[in-house]
């Protein structure tokens, strides 16, 4: 007989099969006991009557542990009270009796379970979590595939730094001196819109800050797109657009998964195009009104994120930041130079900043000249400025971490839950 997954098993009604699994939960009393079977696809309730099986398999079904791995033998049948199915046992074969499983139905510390993330993985809450996040990567390839966009992988080894200095993690790279890990793939994948339009990349990125705050990661996913001939406006539309899709794939495909996270799905069904706009000189001033002692060219800390969008939702666009606060790639304001064409965009339900972008830099000279303020070395900048050099266009981009996007559709509030293995300041294990 042939495996059945149990995200497809209402075909299968009223019919004999096999789910192959571990035992996540079990119950038994009296003479009928209840075996909670995990087989990666789903979860199902498998039912087993003393009366009804074999005394070896009755047996069996009282031995096994927490994680203990087995291929169930069963009629599917429906739940007689809810929306759910079952499975009939009629047959048990045991692969592995697995032992005393450490992480029990008491409350455990975060750092005891973050000690024990490989196992912490199989609850189900961390799998519904890492089933929304593959919803996210496929989505953010299905709607860039759709608009044009293909995918170019940028290096992590990078000779220098993409946003300043301070965040690097450091290297020595053979006899040629230094090396740094990526903090980001754009500045690579511009170079590939000369050939190819539209580009992203997709990948993990590192930064060096020492943060602890629920919303950072040492080690995180980025997601980068760049596009030639697209300016600013546009640049927010493209932005507004993915994210709508993302939320709505998240619907579509894990209405399950958010039931088992107790994510209300509301705020998630308001997260359509257009998005609220508004510039960072005008969200200084609504935010100095709520009472944040935010200054003019201040970037805004997460305690203002929250408060601006406290109300909202829908996401933020926060544009136009005073451009001495940004990074020397992004093009100044043509109405007022003081400014640059980027913008946040910022979560509501207290998420905060998920993606940031803007348009770039297209001349040669101007770039030269950013690169010197902020101290950059030139030479290492070289093979940047050539794409000012030959066929340079007006050009846009902007990047999104995967973590962050993840915990918002989860309403998971520490991104250190939506990534497999989470590298923070004071962990690197498992």
């Excluded at 069963?74 to 199915?85: A, I, Q, S, W």
């Excluded at 200054?295 to 909202?312: P, V, Y």
């Excluded at 007006?394 to 989470?422: A, K, N, Q």
Aim: hydrophobic residues 35%; neutral net charge; charged residues 25%.
């Amino acid at each position: 007989m042939k495996q059945t997954f149990i995200s497809q098993i209402a075909p299968h009604l009223g019919k004999k099969t096999i789910i192959k699994g571990w035992v996540y939960n079990k119950r038994f009393s009296g003479k009928i006991g209840f075996l909670q079977i995990r087989d990666g696809s789903g979860f199902i309730q498998g039912v087993i009557s003393e009366k009804e099986v074999e005394s070896g398999t009755w047996d069996l079904g009282n031995k096994l542990t927490l994680e203990s791995s087995v291929i169930v033998h069963g009629t599917v049948t429906k739940h007689p009270r809810h929306e759910v199915y079952e499975l009939q046992i009629t047959d048990i074969e045991l692969v592995h009796m697995s032992e005393e499983y450490p992480i029990g139905k008491k409350e455990h510390g975060p750092d005891f379970l973050l000690d024990n993330r490989h196992l912490w993985l199989r609850s189900n809450k961390q799998w519904a979590i890492q089933r929304v996040r593959n919803t996210v990567i496929n989505a953010t390839y299905e709607y860039l595939n759709k608009d044009g966009f293909i995918k170019i992988d940028s290096p992590i080894l990078t000779p220098a730094a993409c946003e300043g200095t301070t965040t690097l993690f450091e290297i020595n790279y053979f006899d040629m001196g230094k090396a740094y890990l990526s903090q980001s793939g754009q500045l690579y994948i511009e170079a590939a819109i000369m050939s190819h339009g539209r580009v992203f990349d997709f990948g993990p990125v590192f930064r060096a800050e020492k943060s602890k705050t629920r919303r950072h990661l040492t080690e995180f996913w980025m997601m980068d797109a760049e596009a030639a001939f697209v300016e600013h406006d546009e640049n927010l539309k493209i932005q507004e657009n993915l994210i709508s899709f993302i939320a709505k794939s998240v619907l579509e495909k894990n209405q399950n998964e958010l039931k088992i996270l107790e994510r209300d799905p509301k705020p998630l069904e308001k997260i359509q195009a257009p998005f609220y706009r508004m510039t960072h000189a005008e969200a200084v001033a609504k935010l100095r009104k709520l009472g944040s002692d935010i200054k003019e060219d201040d970037d805004l800390g997460a305690d203002d994120e929250t408060l601006i969008t406290k109300e909202l939702d829908k996401p933020l666009f926060v544009e136009k930041y005073p451009a001495k606060a940004k990074a020397f790639y992004m093009k100044r304001d043509p109405a007022n130079p003081e400014l640059a064409l980027c913008a946040d965009l910022l979560a509501p339900e207290g998420f905060g900043e998920i993606v940031g972008g803007s348009q770039r830099e297209e001349s040669y000279d101007t770039l030269l000249t950013r690169l010197k303020e902020h101290n950059l070395p030139v030479k290492a900048f070289e093979w940047y400025l050539d794409l000012r050099k030959y066929g340079s266009v007006p050009h846009s981009g902007f990047g999104y971490g995967l973590e962050r996007i993840v915990g918002w559709m989860c309403g998971t509030p520490h991104v250190r839950e939506t990534i497999p293995f989470p590298r923070m300041l004071n962990r690197l294990y498992p």
